[in-house]
Each structure stands twice: as C-alpha cells, then as structure tokens.
C-alpha cells in the first residue's frame, strides 16, 4: 500500500493556534510530532510502511518539504494542487503518480490531520482493507460511533458481506442529535472518516466512469507536470478547469464496488478545541493543561498557553488559547463556532486568520516584534546554507544586526561578511539579499523605515526556492 496523504486544509476551527498560512497538520497538537507526522510514523511496519505521496496546496509547499525532511522520508512525493478542487481530483493525481511506481498500486488515503488511540487496532485493519482493495473493491472506514455525534457525516452498511468489509447501503449526511441517537442504537452506522483504500487504477476507472470531467482534467494536468525543487507540479490551466467534488459524492455514492470496513481504533478528526480535549490526558479535575498554567477551582476545561502565563479561577467548560498575537475565550460546548469568528477577522481586513506574528519562510522564519506607524522590528532566522532571495523595496529602508552567527550580505554591488554585533544598512531601493554561509541558524534583528511596510513591497530579482513575488 502507498499512502497518500492529503494535507492541504486550512484547520479554522483550531484558531487562534491554526492559521491559514500555518493550519493545524503541522503543529504538534498530540504528540511531540505534528499531526501530519504522526500520520506517516503510525503506518511504521506496516502493510502501508511505502514512501508517500503527499497532495497539498501551492503555499502550503516549503511547510510540508520541511516536516517531510526532517523525517528522513527517501523517496516521499509532494504534489502541488494550483489550486483547491476538493479531494476527488486530489486522489486522482496522486493515484497517477502511484502507477509511475507500479501498475497494480493499492492506496491507502488519509487526511493529514486525525489522531488515532489505538494504532495496533488501526494496523489490524489496514491489512483488512489491503485484501479488499486488492480485490477490486473501493474501500472506506467507517469508524464505530461512541456517541450521538452531529458534526460528521454516517455510512450505513448492508450487513451482507462476509468477513470484514460489507457493501454500503447510504451515505447520510450530518444528522440533528435525534437522528443520531437512533443511527448509534442501531449499530450499522459509522461515521464516515475521510480514509479510503483502493487501487489506483480500479480508482481512475470508476471516476472516469462516473465523472469524466474530473477524470479528463485531472489526467491533463498530471500530462503536463514538472519538477521544481522537491515538488511536482502539475498543469496550471487543466487543473483549474476542473471540477470541484469530494470523492465520496464523485465517485463513492455512485460505484457499485464501495465496501465499508468497521474501525473501532479511538479515531479522532481533532476537528475542534472540544474534540483535542477528548483525546489529551486530563487532571483530576478534569482539565487539560498545556504550557505555562495555573488554576485554582477549575474544572473540564482546556487552556492552552504558548508564551505567557495564564491563569483560571473558577471557571468551567471553558477553551483558553493564547498565543503572541491573539487569545481566544470559549464555551467548550461552542467551540464548532470559531471557524465564524474566524470570518470575522478575515472580513474586518486584519491579517490574524492567515498568519500568526511568527511566520516560516523556505530560508527560515521572521517574528514581528514591534511596529509603529513609520517603522517595524522583526527577529529574523536564516538556516545555515540557506539565503533570502535577492530583492529590493520601494518605500522602506532596512537596518540589520547580527546576533547570532554569519552573514552574508550583498548590497549593491558590495559583498560584506558580518559577524556577531555587527550590523549593515540597506538605503530605500538598493537590490540586496541576505545569506547564512555557516553552520548555525543565523539570526538577526530587522529595523525597518518608511512610508509603507507591508510584506508586498518585496521586488523579488531572483530566488533560489522559484517564488514569485507574491509567493
């Protein structure tokens, strides 16, 4: 099996800690790995132990290139979507790039972002769903409901299959809680997970049976890709022709080949501060505690900190998230709501939904430390090797200090090496780029002046990780 990991989501629910330029697959909400992870290391030794192939968004790319690496994965695949079409043309394009490795390819689908308890469980049924898949059928798991749940959407199973997998008789959407009571005492209802096995030619078969339109574009776009760096990027203007539709309504309501295996493995889709706070270890009084925090009668409540101290004083069934730039305050039993006020951020034309005040670039990362109305202060840490592309601004000038380690420096046509404490100064419209040539993370404190400073102003000449100047 080769896993196809699909990780291009935007995690809003999990604000203020997931941000659209840093969603929640990549943080370590779990475990001391992040979610997406956790995802590859589960499958260690398994039926499913095969490089990936990971399918994520355009700006998601330098992230996801960073975490794959540091997890040694010889022979991982990152696939570039230009743009969002749902996971239908997702799956295609990664079961294209399966049968470059073999014709017979069985794909074990998963979300980047889900945490599973009982990974010997969930082992147990990945070799289930491989023997299925192998034999034709389009597998999905549906995990056995633990309780009346409103937010996931239902498979209902036939109960006439033999052995594992059983034929599907309904896809139900999200029930109202009487509803869902009567789907958990019924027993052949499980929620519909989002994980899949299948051969990726069986799978290309059906779509292109059921949804020609999706099956033709997204084969146009894998036609015409390239590599770039560690990426594959497939054709622009085919994929955006294309359709947008799930895999479950593309193809899985309409095959007569899917089948639903049971998964009974304390699945979870972190999908919410209250659903993170189901599967974390609690206190005795019920609460969970991540950071630098103190209560005093506090009960079923979770508080997260990520640099200051927080503290709570008889307080219940509360979410407290804080981080540099935003804290959230929540009713635990509302917290499927915050995606709303995640909209309300974006529609008021603040910048907190998509970034946080530290943000990772290819070369690093840069934390906004302070700013004003003619000026703005940034940390700036540049791994060692790597350099910043070479560029130049039209309404600010800058000012760097080297606190750590080596720079390099071009300024003009000047070249000049800094060393700890010293600094450079970079007058308004001069071409300049910024380089580590040694060992250690450099890092640097960033002075900016001028009448505009926005992130915008960047005339990007030349890049060595091909971004374009608003990439």
């Not at 959407?153 to 109960?159: N, T």
């Not at 060393?419 to 308004?428: C, F, T």
Request: hydrophobic share 40%; glycine share 8%; net charge negative.
């Amino acid at each position: 099996m080769i896993p196809v990991i699909l990780s291009g989501g935007s995690g809003s629910r999990l604000w203020p800690l997931s941000r659209s330029a840093y969603p929640k697959q990549f943080l370590p909400l779990c475990s001391g790995y992040s979610l997406v992870q956790d995802t590859v290391l589960r499958l260690k030794g398994s039926v499913a132990d095969e490089p990936p192939v990971f399918v994520t968004a355009n700006d998601q790319r330098f992230l996801l290139a960073d975490q794959v690496q540091a997890l040694n994965l010889s022979g991982a695949e990152i696939v570039l979507e230009p743009a969002r079409r749902n996971t239908a043309p997702a799956i295609a394009l990664a079961s294209f790039a399966a049968l470059e490795r073999n014709a017979e390819s069985v794909l074990l689908v998963l979300p980047s972002d889900h945490h599973i308890e009982n990974n010997e469980a969930f082992l147990q049924v990945l070799e289930q769903a491989n023997q299925s898949a192998m034999a034709g059928n389009l597998v999905t798991f549906g995990v056995v409901p633990t309780k009346p749940e409103t937010g996931y959407g239902y498979i209902k199973a036939s109960g006439s299959g033999e052995g594992a997998s059983q034929p599907i008789e309904a896809f139900v959407e999200k029930p109202n809680l009487e509803l869902a009571q009567q789907y958990l005492e019924a027993g052949d209802y499980y929620w519909n997970s989002g994980m899949f096995a299948f051969r990726a030619d069986v799978y290309l078969s059906e779509l292109k049976r059921l949804n020609p339109a999706i099956y033709d574009a997204a084969k146009a776009s894998w036609d015409a890709r390239n590599e770039d760096l560690d990426f594959i990027r497939v054709g622009v203007e085919a994929f955006e022709s294309c359709p947008e539709d799930s895999i479950d309504y593309a193809v899985m309501e309409k095959t007569d080949k899917a089948v639903v295996i049971p998964l009974d493995s304390g699945w979870s889709d972190v999908g919410s501060w209250q659903s993170l706070w189901e599967v974390q270890d609690k206190d005795e009084q019920g609460n969970v505690l991540v950071g630098d925090v103190i209560t005093q009668d506090t009960h079923n409540t979770m508080v997260h900190a990520s640099g200051k101290l927080v503290t709570c004083l008889g307080v219940k069934d509360l979410v407290v998230v804080e981080t540099a730039d935003a804290v959230l305050v929540a009713d635990i039993n509302q917290v499927q709501k915050v995606k709303d006020i995640v909209k309300l951020i974006e529609a008021s034309g603040r910048s907190e939904h998509e970034f946080h005040r530290e943000v990772h670039r290819p070369w690093g990362r840069f934390d906004s430390v302070d700013a004003g109305d003619r000026y703005q202060v940034k940390r700036i840490t540049v791994k060692p090797g790597a350099k910043l592309s070479t560029q130049l601004h039209h309404h600010r000038a800058e000012h760097w200090v080297v606190v750590q380690g080596t720079a390099r420096v071009r300024r003009g046509e000047d070249s000049i090496l800094l060393a700890e404490n010293q600094s450079v100064y970079i007058p308004l419209g001069e071409v300049h780029y910024l380089e580590n040539p040694g060992k250690i993370p450099l890092e640097i404190i960033e002075i900016q002046t001028g009448s505009y400073l926005g992130e915008d102003d960047i005339i990007r000449l030349d890049d060595q990780y091909g971004r374009g100047t608003k990439d």
